[in-house]
């Protein structure tokens, strides 16, 4: 890839060594040897090297499929195949979603209908023998240019509720907010393990990766969604993080098309999306281990973000909280 600097090839090579099967790292290499000019040929399309090194497989290969005869003819390049995201083994009908823990469609849980929070978000029913213990309803603002953060980082909190009423401001498609629990995203690196579900902002679809900042998993399982669009419209976010007794994570996702009621107040119609369960097998290498608590003692952080918006902030928030989750 003649024009990129060592560094720029040596990301390339090594994302797609991790994520692409080993044929289609040899077919890229071999690529990279044979095309001088290719930098170029992609900014000439307005990708940037940066772009296309953080861009996942999936919009890597979309780049060139887009561009597809214009590539050919020039290159005779051939689109990379990317390992696809795993589909869903389960059909739950109306009402129900699966279950990793019990392993079968269950049905939806609803809220609790109890306590609520200074706001007037409630507090869904937890399994037996847990409970909220504290929260924090103050979340730093890390408004920068690659996306919009906020940053629960008063308390360590290891099982956790995570949540707010989330407005994006963005049009970029494929866009997600993001449910970051447990980990850090330190520039500097020594980061902890962070389970990240991303729920696109198009109702299509709710995956999970795990990350070490700033190297993530490829999407570990990914469902198909038919929720309401969710672009420049307010919408209820609720994630949290469990710790079993078996010492496993259970990931619970929920949403709130129609967040408030006549008089602005959380009108707490929170449907179940998705869940997921970390036995230990669901990534391999450094991402293998069970984040039961941070992976870099002392260092961890739960977060709500939503990055690469084209706006000065990519979302706002209202009624945002953290609560740890004891079982105590």
Request: glycine share 8%; aromatic share 10%.
């Amino acid at each position: 890839m003649g024009g990129f600097s060592k560094k720029e090839r040596q990301q390339i090579e090594e994302l797609f060594e991790k994520r692409f099967p080993k044929s289609e790292f040899e077919k890229l290499k071999k690529f990279m040897d044979d095309h001088d000019d290719m930098k170029e040929a992609l900014e000439a399309y307005g990708i940037s090297p940066r772009e296309f090194i953080e861009s996942s497989p999936i919009v890597q290969a979309a780049i060139f499929n887009k561009n597809y005869e214009e590539f050919k003819k020039k290159y005779q390049w051939q689109p990379p195949k990317p390992i696809p995201d795993p589909e869903p083994d389960h059909n739950c009908k109306e009402g129900q979603v699966w279950s990793d823990t019990e392993k079968k469609c269950v049905d939806i849980p609803q809220p609790s209908g109890g306590e609520k929070d200074k706001n007037g978000v409630v507090y869904m029913a937890l399994p037996s023998g847990y409970k909220i213990i504290n929260e924090s309803n103050s979340p730093t603002l890390n408004d920068r240019e690659d996306g919009t953060r906020y940053d629960f980082k008063d308390k360590i909190r290891v099982q956790c509720e995570l949540g707010g009423y989330i407005t994006p401001h963005t049009s970029l498609a494929g866009e997600e907010l993001a449910f970051k629990f447990l980990g850090t995203h330190d520039s500097a690196g020594n980061n902890s393990g962070t389970y990240v579900v991303g729920v696109k902002l198009d109702g299509t679809q709710v995956r999970l990766r795990k990350e070490i900042h700033n190297d993530y998993t490829n999407t570990i399982r990914a469902e198909k969604k038919n929720l309401q669009n969710m672009y420049a419209k307010t919408t209820g976010f609720y994630g949290r993080k469990i710790n079993t007794t078996q010492g496993q994570v259970l990931i619970e996702i929920f949403i709130d098309e129609n967040p408030f009621d006549e008089n602005g107040k959380p009108a707490n119609n929170w449907k179940l999306i998705y869940t997921i369960l970390d036995d230990g097998n669901l990534a391999t290498g450094k991402w293998q281990p069970i984040w039961l608590t941070e992976s870099v003692k002392g260092r961890s952080q739960n977060t709500l973000r939503v990055d690469k918006a084209k706006s000065d902030k990519k979302m706002d928030i209202k009624f945002p909280f953290c609560r740890e989750i004891s079982t105590g």
